[in-house]
């Protein structure tokens, strides 16, 4: 040690005798964005593919620069990728997939519940939460859902644990400690009271929604439940504990909006929900009721619930029917209608309509969003962009693949199933599928992902 030290010490010092011209060369770190002016860190960023814009602005706010680089314009798909380091991102502006690097570790596998503000909720073979942002690796773990008044977990010898689920106290939190309606006990009850960590995440867990703005030390999250379920749960940094809200209806679907969380549910009631600052517990207020038409020959799918660039509620009802097929060896076919109606808040009604001017909808089990097709180009104006919602689907076809050791590949001609993303007119009702993702792994349907930095 002492002679490896005494070798460097003289040729530094040989170094300082050198002639300056024969000097080693110092390399000297510059920070080449502060260098630059605000207009001309822009004009780079316009020219770069969606992927390089997003790590321009990545390195750029790295370097401190004050330059608002935020990419939240389109919305993108994102599969969590088939290692832990990596993520299949399809940018719609450039119609392609890339797999880029996440400084996300353990994302292989989850399933992705929810799309907010830049960053996914996801649940592992576990039954955990948590939320992360894939692109600057942040991450924090929601409450245990053994945290639920009717939940109890339990871990048996082979450590694959168990949720038990309280029937009896579930119903009492789900109806308010009122009884359920009459005829409807059978409809409403659990399958089962006792759900594996890997079951949670596909017949427990429905969707995460999170408050603007998140942060692992600051958010606000609500869980809403499968429909068998229903309840939905409200947890934040501060309380580290999940806490359930009653719903006669059940939840459907739900966004965050103007400081609050709006809902839609089963049968098509819209509230408005608010936490309590005393109490902790958060609560609903009636907004309206949206009616719930019958379209022939459809079955009525799901409804989600969005927010307009001018705060405008929407209600988009999803109705689907299986076509046949024209031989035994063909891919399932179906056909979609989506429904728009527009709530007029001053007189409390809701107006369908098929123009919803320059502004183009994104649905989807993950993550429902209205955007501006003048602000984000490649973006069609009176379209429902709408991804499959089949998250039982892609779970069970999962388990599947892994139990028989087989891997699909992007040659694989089999049915995509929940890898089907559409583009729906309103105006004359044609569906364009929307090509170029390609086959991802089967830990979640496609999400919508708008990335932020």
């Known amino acids: 040690m002492a ?5 460097r010490q003289l040729k530094r010092q040989q170094a300082r005798d050198l002639p300056p011209a024969k000097r080693p060369t110092e390399v000297v770190r510059v920070n080449f964005v502060d260098r630059l002016s605000e207009d001309l860190l822009g004009n780079i960023r316009h020219r770069l593919g969606s992927l390089d814009r997003l790590s321009f602005g990545v390195v750029c706010k790295t370097a401190g620069h004050p330059m608002n680089l935020d990419t939240a314009a389109t919305p993108w798909i994102v599969f969590p990728g088939a290692s832990e380091e990596k993520v299949t991102f399809f940018p719609l502006a450039d119609r392609r997939a890339a797999t880029a ?11 992705v519940l929810g799309s907010s503000f830049g960053w996914l909720a996801t649940a592992d073979e576990l039954g955990a939460l948590q939320i992360v942002d894939p692109v600057t690796g942040e991450r924090a773990r929601l409450p245990d859902v053994s945290t639920f008044p009717f939940i109890r977990y339990s871990r048996s010898s082979s450590r694959v644990g168990h949720y038990y689920i309280n029937t009896a106290a579930y119903l009492q939190f789900r109806y308010g400690g009122k009884p359920p309606p009459e005829g409807k006990e059978k409809d409403i009850m659990p399958r089962s009271n006792s759900h594996t960590g890997n079951q949670m995440r596909q017949w427990f867990y429905a969707k995460v929604v999170l408050a603007a703005s998140p942060r692992p030390d600051n958010y606000a999250a609500m869980l809403i439940l499968d429909k068998d379920f229903g309840v939905p749960a409200f947890a934040t940094a501060q309380d ?29 009631a819209v509230e408005a929900w608010e936490r309590h600052g005393v109490t902790g517990e958060f609560t609903s207020k009636l907004v309206s009721v949206v009616s719930i038409m019958d379209v022939e020959n459809f079955v009525l799918e799901r409804k989600y619930i969005v927010a307009m660039p001018d705060g405008r509620l929407v209600v988009v009802t999803k109705y689907t029917r299986e076509e046949a097929s024209t031989g035994y060896y063909d891919t399932k076919k179906w056909s979609c209608v989506f429904i728009v109606q527009v709530l007029d808040a001053k007189r409390g009604r809701w107006k369908n309509t ?19 097709t003048k602000v984000h180009p490649g973006i069609k104006p009176g379209c429902v962009y709408f991804t499959d919602d089949e998250l039982h689907q892609a779970a069970e076809k999962r388990d599947r693949e892994a139990a028989s050791g087989y891997h699909r ?29 390609g086959l991802q792994p089967w830990s979640s349907p ?8």
Not at 3 to 7: H, K, L
Not at 354 to 372: E, P, Q, R, W
């Open 3 to 7: 002679g490896s030290r005494r070798r």
């Open 409 to 437: 590949h992007d040659t694989d001609k089999a049915d995509h199933g929940p890898q089907h993303v559409g583009v729906y007119n309103l105006k004359d009702g044609t569906v364009e599928v929307l090509e170029g993702f």
């Open 446 to 453: 496609p999400v919508w992902f708008t990335p932020s930095v």
């Open 240 to 268: 580290r504990a999940w806490k359930v809200a009653p719903s006669r209806d059940g939840i459907e679907d739900a966004i965050h909006h103007d400081g609050r969380f709006y809902s839609v549910s089963h049968d098509g």
């Open 101 to 111: 690097r996440t400084s996300v570790l353990g994302m292989r596998g989850h399933v």
């Open 354 to 372: 098929t123009d919803i001017g320059d502004t183009a909808l994104f649905v989807g089990m993950n993550s429902s969003l209205c955007v501006s």
